[in-house]
């Protein structure tokens, strides 16, 4: 019996030296990843907010950034839709065809010295003709699942008055469009598999108007979530 509590004790003291070196050897590599790494602060680096023109170029500068002891470091940006998607740059430059604006995100491209992105918002000039945008760009659905009909605001200068606005839904093949029937006063809908375009279409009091359009793909069930759902709807259950 007494040997039994020896070996429960020592594999209880061994468990103890693995843990106890474990834990120092994690220690050693936060500070090995870390002690290499300098605080530098950056001239002319603070964020920054700027507005354009609807549809004109801006450009993406990734010049050196310099510390106060002159040392340059390269630069890399990134370029996105307030929203959250993607923006084209070409040649250091991109178009602003979204009305809700962009960031563009500076960073150091060595990340082995520490220094804070520098942003830049990119707002789009308020204009005498409506420059409609929807919120969210970035989605997809499931056939057969509520999905939510897409929030959007419209740009217009203070004083002119939205006369009309219409929103409509069309299942695309290829450069054919089909008008889909929809509720568009309703918060969510359903749709079957295929690639499909609402066109937001804006006018105003002015005689002037503006159009927005969001593709997107409405997906096939997979088989998984098939059975999942018909498992959940003979239980009564909905997840």
């Not at 939205?162 to 089909?178: A, C, F, V």
């Not at 066109?199 to 997979?222: D, H, I, T, W, Y």
Request: net charge negative; glycine share 6%.
């Amino acid at each position: 019996m007494n040997t039994i509590k020896k070996r429960i004790r020592l594999c209880v003291l061994l468990c103890l030296f693995v843990t106890a070196v474990f834990m120092l050897w994690l220690g050693v590599s936060a500070c090995s990843n870390t002690a290499g790494k300098t605080q530098v602060t950056l001239v002319n680096w603070e964020d920054e907010v700027i507005e354009v023109e609807l549809n004109s170029d801006v450009s993406v500068s990734t010049d050196a950034a310099y510390d106060a002891d002159g040392n340059a470091y390269a630069v890399t940006a990134k370029v996105e839709q307030s929203d959250g998607a993607p923006a084209e740059v070409l040649g250091g430059v991109f178009r602003a065809e979204y009305a809700g604006g962009y960031r563009i995100v500076y960073s150091l491209a060595d990340t082995s010295p520490e220094a804070a992105s520098r942003t830049v918002t990119v707002n789009i000039k308020d204009s005498d003709t409506p420059a409609p945008f929807f919120t969210k760009t970035l989605f997809f659905a499931y056939e057969d699942e509520d999905m939510p009909v897409p929030a959007y605001e419209v740009l217009l200068k203070d004083g002119i008055a939205i006369s009309g606005q219409t929103l409509t839904l069309y299942k695309t093949d290829g450069e054919t469009r089909t008008e889909a029937d929809f509720d568009a006063g309703a918060q969510t809908l359903r749709l079957e598999a295929g690639n499909y375009v609402f066109v937001l279409q804006v006018s105003a009091e002015n005689g002037k108007s503006g159009s927005a359009e969001l593709s997107f793909r409405v997906r096939s069930l997979p088989s998984t979530m098939r059975t999942a759902t018909r498992s959940a709807s003979r239980t009564g259950i909905i997840r």
